[in-house]
C-alpha cells in the first residue's frame, strides 16, 4: 500500500479530543469560521462539495453536492429547512460513526453545521443510534459546549448564521436508519419509511425541505472547505474521492475502524491494516461494505475498494463494513443469521418485505439445521427476486434479497450439500437457538 | 387533466388524483388491499402493480396507488410484468393467510380471495408453519379482529384518523409480528366503528352482529336509504332468503355519506325484522278488536271522514314523499289539519353524518306542505278532533302511548301502522309495510332523494299506505258525486 495522507481520524487519536478546548488547539471550528468570516456563500460551498465529487458514506454513495443542490430555492420557498444527520448506524458490520461521534464529536458538530449552511438549514437532528450510549453522551456535551462557546445557536462565531442543534435517541429499530424512517421517528411517528416521491428536499420533516446526511459525509465537509475541492478530489479513483472508514471484522487478527484513501485493494487493507485472516485460516467469502450487499468470494479480495469496481464484481460499497469469513465459516448459517437480522428488523409495511424476510430467515434456518428441502435454493431465488429491486417503499427489502441471491449464486453447491446432507457439514459449534420462531 | 392512455384507451385523468383512479375509472381491473378512495393512499400492499411507459424510457412496474398520471403516460394494467409482479405479491400475503374461508364471513366479498381466483393461483409454495395469532380478539362492542386474516392494509388504522378523526387503531410491534391493535387494547368506542368492517379486504374484521349469520352470495342486496337520521345515507340492504334483514352497509354516495353510515343506522335492522307485525286489518266490535279484510276497515274510514266533521291526520316522519303526497291529498279534501309527529333531537349528532334529527324525511314532508310537531305540541289538537288518522311507519310509537289515549273514545282513531297497538278510542288498525318493505323518495337534510327499496316482502294481505289510500278512494264515488 502506497503511503497516504490521512485526515479523518487524526484528531480522534488524541486523548481529550472530545472536549472543545483539544479540538480547538488541534484546529477545530477553524474552517466554519473561516466559511462564515469570509462571505463565502452557501451556495459557493454547495458548488466546492460538487467539485470535490464526495460521494455519501451511509450506504447509497450518491454525490453529496448534487443532494443539497436539491432542496428547493430558498428565496421562492419559505418553509423552514432542516439537516438530519443519520447516526443511527445498525447495519450489521458498520461501526465507523461510532468512532467518530465517540472521539471526535465536534467535528461532528462543525461538519453538520458548515452542511446545515450549504443548504441554508435552521436546525440540525442528530439521530443516534439508542443503543450508542457514549457517542449520544459525547456528542450532546460537545453541543452544549459549542453552544456555551457561540458555536450552535444564534449568530454562530458572530456571523449572520444561526443554526440549532437537536439531540435525538433512537430506540433500538434497524429500519429508522433508513433517511424517511428516520424522519417519521423524528416527527414522533412509528418508523415506518415513506413512499418517495416526494423527496426528502421537498418535503422531508414536518413536509419541509430536509436533508439527509450520514455523520462520516458531512464530517469530510470542513477538511473540503479548509484545503479546497482540489486537494479533496486529488485522493481515490475516478469516481470515489478521498479518505473513507473501513470498519473490518469478522475472522481477522486485528478488526477495527481504518481510515484509508480509495483506490486500495480490499486485500491490502486486509493483510497490511487487519493483520491478514486469523489462525492462518483462508478467506472464503466476505461482505465488501455490510451486510445488505452482495457476497464476494474471497478470491474477489483483490478488487480495489470503490464504488465502481465493486459494482463491477456484482456487490457496493455500502458502508465500507468489510465482514471477513475464513473457510470455516457455513454459508447456510452465516445466511440463517442474515436473513434473520432483516425478519426481524422490517417494519411490516409492505407485502413483500414482511412476508418475505420471514420466509428467506425460514429457509434458511431449516438449511442450516439440516432440514432443507430439495426445492429451497430455488424458492429462495424466487422470493429474492419477488423482493427486489424497487418493489417496495424503502431498500429494506432490496437488502435481504440481495446478499441471498448472492449466496444462491455464489454457494449454490454448499448449501445444496446442506439440503442432501440433513445437516451442515460445517456447523460448529451446534447453534444454539434451534427453535422456530424464537428471537 | 393530462391526456394517458390505459390498455390502450386515450383517456383523460386527473393529475393531483393516483392513478390507480384513472384506472378504476376506465375499467381496468387493478386489485387494490391497501388503497381506498376515501382514505389517503400508503402504497404498501403494493399489489396495485401496473407497467407505466414515459416517452422512451423501458416500462417500468410501479405501485398505480402511489403514482400520479403525467402528460403522455402509457399504462398496461395486463402487461405480462405487472401480472408477475402482482403475483409474487400476492404469494407473500397468502404466505400465512390462514385460507379458512370455508367458515370466514367474508368469503364471497374477500377481495384476496377473489383476486387469489383471478390470478389462478391455487397452490402455495410455503411448506413453514402458519403463523398462529388471536382468531377472535373483541375489540369492542361492534368489532372482532381476526389477527390471523389479516393483511395489515392499514385501511381501518388510517380510517379513524381521517374519517372521525380520533385515531383509535394502530399496528402494533414490527415486520410480520405486526397487529392490529387499539391503544392500550381499550375497546373501540364511538358511532363509526362499525365501517371497518366493511373497509377490511379480508376476513379480519368482521361484525359481531353479523358473525356465521350468512353466506354473503345468499345475501339479496338492493340499494335503499337509512331511515335513522335526516342525512338519509344510502345504504344497501342484505336480505337473506326473503325472510330477515342480515345487513345495512353503506352505499358510496358522494352527495351524502361518501362510503361511510353511523352505526346506529347500521344496525337498525332488528326495528325492520321484528316479529308481531300487524297484518291486514283490524276492527272494533264492543270491546274487542277483531281480524277483518281490509276493505272493511277502510269503508269504515270512509264513512268517518264523510261527515264533515273535524278531522287530524298524524304522519309518520318516517312517511315517503309519495305517502305524503296522497295524505296530504286525503286531507285536503276533508278539510283536515296534517303534521307529522316530528321527535326532538336525539342527541346523537355529530359533525361527520348523524344530523340528530329522528325525522328522516323531515324536508320532504316540510317541502311537500306537512309541517313537524312533536307529540306534545300534537296532542290538544288530537283531543278537539272528532276523527284522528295516525299513518305510518311508528307512529303510535312516536305520538306515545299517553297522547293517543287522551284522545276522547267519541273521537275516531283510524291507525295505518306496522304493530298493533290499544288505545280506547281506536276503530281501525291497518298494517302497512314497513321501510324495508316498500319503495318510495324521502328527502335528506341537504335536499338530496333517496330511494327506498322494497328488498324483502311485507306481511301477508299488508299493502303500501299509497295503494290503501287509492283503494279508499276507489272505495268512494259517492263522495264524488256529492261534490260534484
Not at chain 1, 469516481?239 to 484509508?260: A, D, R, T, W
Not at chain 1, 455490510?290 to 464484481?313: I, M, Q
Not at chain 2, 383517456?11 to 390507480?20: E, F, Q, R
Not at chain 2, 400520479?68 to 399504462?75: F, K, L
Request: aromatic share 6%.
Amino acid at each position: 500500500m502506497k503511503a497516504f495522507e490521512t485526515y479523518l481520524l487524526d484528531r480522534a487519536k488524541t486523548e481529550g479530543n472530545h472536549q472543545l478546548a483539544t479540538y480547538r488547539k488541534l484546529g477545530g471550528y477553524k474552517s466554519l469560521e473561516k466559511v462564515l468570516e469570509t462571505g463565502i456563500t452557501p451556495q459557493q460551498v454547495v458548488e466546492e462539495t460538487k467539485k470535490s465529487g464526495l460521494r455519501g458514506r451511509g450506504g447509497a454513495g450518491f454525490s453529496t453536492g448534487m443532494k443539497w443542490s436539491f432542496m428547493p430555492d430558498a428565496t421562492k420557498d419559505p418553509r423552514p429547512r432542516y439537516l438530519a444527520i443519520n447516526a443511527d448506524e445498525s447495519e450489521p458490520g458498520t461501526c465507523k460513526d461510532r468512532v467518530l461521534m465517540e472521539k471526535d464529536p465536534h467535528g461532528l458538530i462543525e461538519g453538520s453545521l458548515l452542511s446545515a449552511y450549504a443548504i441554508r438549514a435552521k436546525a440540525v437532528y442528530i439521530y443516534v443510534r439508542g443503543e450508542y450510549r457514549l457517542s449520544y453522551d459525547r456528542v450532546a456535551s460537545a453541543v452544549r459546549e459549542a453552544r456555551a462557546a457561540g458555536l450552535v445557536g444564534k449568530n454562530i462565531a458572530g456571523s449572520d448564521f444561526s443554526c440549532e442543534i437537536f439531540m435525538h435517541k433512537g430506540a433500538g429499530a434497524y429500519i429508522c436508519g433508513e433517511e424517511t424512517g428516520l424522519m417519521e421517528s423524528l416527527e414522533g411517528k412509528r418508523g415506518h419509511p415513506r413512499q418517495k416521491p416526494p423527496f426528502p428536499a421537498q418535503s422531508g420533516l414536518w413536509q419541509s425541505p430536509t436533508t439527509v446526511n450520514n455523520v462520516e459525509t458531512v464530517f469530510n465537509a470542513p477538511f473540503i472547505m479548509e484545503r479546497g475541492a482540489a486537494w479533496f478530489a486529488g485522493i481515490g479513483t475516478p469516481n470515489s474521492k478521498g479518505n473513507f472508514l473501513v470498519g473490518i471484522s469478522g475472522h481477522v487478527n486485528k478488526p477495527g475502524v481504518y481510515e484509508l484513501p480509495f483506490g486500495v485493494t480490499a486485500h491490502e487493507i486486509l493483510e497490511e491494516k487487519a493483520g491478514g485472516m486469523w489462525k492462518g485460516r483462508k478467506l472464503k467469502a466476505w461482505f465488501p461494505g455490510g451486510s445488505s450487499c452482495a457476497l464476494l468470494r474471497g478470491s474477489d479480495v483483490d478488487v480495489v475498494l470503490d464504488h465502481d469496481s465493486l459494482k463491477a464484481r456484482g456487490s457496493s460499497l455500502g458502508t465500507a463494513a468489510m465482514v471477513m469469513m475464513d473457510d470455516h465459516t457455513s454459508i447456510a448459517r452465516v445466511m440463517e443469521v442474515i436473513a434473520r437480522f432483516y425478519e426481524h428488523e422490517s417494519c411490516g409495511q409492505c407485502s413483500q418485505c414482511r412476508e418475505g424476510t420471514q420466509w428467506l430467515s425460514q429457509i434458511f434456518r431449516r438449511i442450516a439445521h439440516g432440514r432443507g428441502q430439495p426445492d429451497d435454493i430455488a424458492t429462495l431465488e424466487s422470493l429474492a427476486l419477488g423482493m427486489a429491486p424497487g418493489k417496495t417503499i424503502c431498500a429494506l427489502s432490496d437488502a435481504a434479497a440481495i446478499p441471498t441471491l448472492s449466496a444462491v449464486k455464489l454457494f449454490k453447491d454448499e448449501l445444496i450439500e446442506c439440503i442432501r446432507q440433513q445437516r451442515d457439514p460445517l456447523a460448529s459449534p451446534a447453534p444454539k437457538y434451534a427453535s422456530v420462531g424464537a428471537h | 387533466m393530462v391526456k394517458i392512455t390505459v390498455n390502450g384507451r386515450e383517456i383523460d385523468a386527473d393529475p393531483t388524483k393516483p392513478l390507480i383512479r384513472a384506472c378504476h375509472d376506465n375499467g381496468a381491473d387493478v386489485p387494490i388491499y391497501c388503497y381506498h378512495p376515501g382514505l389517503t393512499p400508503v402504497g404498501s400492499c403494493r399489489i396495485c402493480q401496473v407497467e407505466v411507459k414515459q416517452g422512451e424510457a423501458p416500462g417500468r412496474v410501479v405501485v398505480a396507488c402511489r403514482t400520479n398520471p403525467v402528460e403522455g403516460m402509457v399504462v398496461d394494467t395486463e402487461s405480462q410484468k405487472a401480472h408477475a409482479t402482482r403475483r409474487e405479491c400476492l404469494e407473500f400475503l397468502l404466505k400465512d393467510h390462514p385460507l379458512d374461508c370455508p367458515i370466514c364471513d367474508k368469503a364471497g366479498e374477500c377481495d384476496l380471495q377473489d383476486f387469489t381466483f383471478d390470478e389462478g393461483q391455487s397452490a402455495g409454495r410455503s411448506n413453514e408453519p402458519r403463523r398462529q395469532l388471536e382468531k377472535r380478539k373483541s375489540l369492542g362492542e361492534v368489532i372482532v379482529l381476526d389477527e390471523e386474516r389479516c393483511i395489515l392494509c392499514s385501511r381501518c388504522v388510517r380510517f379513524f384518523e381521517e374519517v372521525p378523526k380520533k385515531a383509535q387503531l394502530t399496528v402494533a410491534d414490527l415486520g410480520w409480528r405486526s397487529v392490529i391493535a387499539t391503544f392500550a387494547d381499550r375497546p373501540l368506542t364511538g358511532n363509526y366503528q362499525g365501517n371497518i368492517a366493511d373497509l377490511c379486504p379480508v376476513g379480519a374484521l368482521t361484525l359481531k352482529k353479523f358473525r356465521f349469520q350468512a353466506r354473503v352470495w345468499n345475501l339479496i342486496k338492493m340499494s335503499s336509504t337509512c331511515v335513522e337520521c335526516s342525512r338519509g345515507c344510502s345504504i344497501q340492504v342484505e336480505v337473506l332468503r326473503g325472510s330477515d334483514v342480515k345487513r345495512f352497509r353503506p352505499r358510496t354516495n358522494p352527495k351524502v355519506n361518501g362510503w361511510w353510515m353511523c352505526d346506529v343506522g347500521r344496525f337498525a335492522f332488528d326495528h325492520a325484522n321484528a316479529g308481531g307485525r300487524l297484518e291486514g286489518a283490524r276492527l272494533r266490535e264492543g270491546t274487542d278488536l277483531l281480524q277483518v279484510p281490509v276493505e272493511d276497515a277502510l269503508c269504515a274510514l270512509r264513512d268517518a271522514l264523510m261527515p264533515a266533521k273535524s278531522a287530524a291526520f298524524v304522519l309518520s316522519p318516517f312517511c315517503t314523499v309519495e305517502e305524503g303526497r296522497a295524505m296530504l291529498g286525503l286531507a285536503r279534501r276533508h278539510n283536515a289539519e296534517i303534521a307529522f309527529v316530528a321527535p326532538p333531537p336525539n342527541g346523537l349528532k355529530d359533525d361527520l353524518l348523524h344530523t340528530g334529527d329522528p325525522c328522516p324525511n323531515r324536508r320532504g314532508l316540510t317541502e311537500l306542505g306537512i309541517a313537524g310537531l312533536t307529540a306534545a305540541e300534537l296532542a290538544p289538537r288530537l283531543v278537539q278532533a272528532k276523527v284522528v288518522v295516525v299513518a305510518g311507519e311508528r307512529v303510535a310509537e312516536l305520538l306515545g302511548a299517553a297522547v293517543l289515549q287522551a284522545i276522547p273514545p267519541a273521537a275516531n282513531l283510524f291507525a295505518f301502522e306496522c304493530h298493533p297497538f290499544e288505545a280506547r278510542s281506536l276503530v281501525a288498525l291497518i298494517g302497512i309495510p314497513n321501510h324495508v318493505e316498500r319503495t318510495g323518495t324521502i328527502v335528506n337534510v341537504d335536499g338530496v332523494r333517496g330511494p327506498l327499496a322494497a328488498a324483502k316482502p311485507a306481511p301477508r294481505s299488508v299493502r303500501a299506505l299509497t295503494r290503501l289510500l287509492e283503494d279508499l278512494e276507489r272505495l268512494s264515488p259517492r263522495r264524488e258525486a256529492a261534490t260534484r
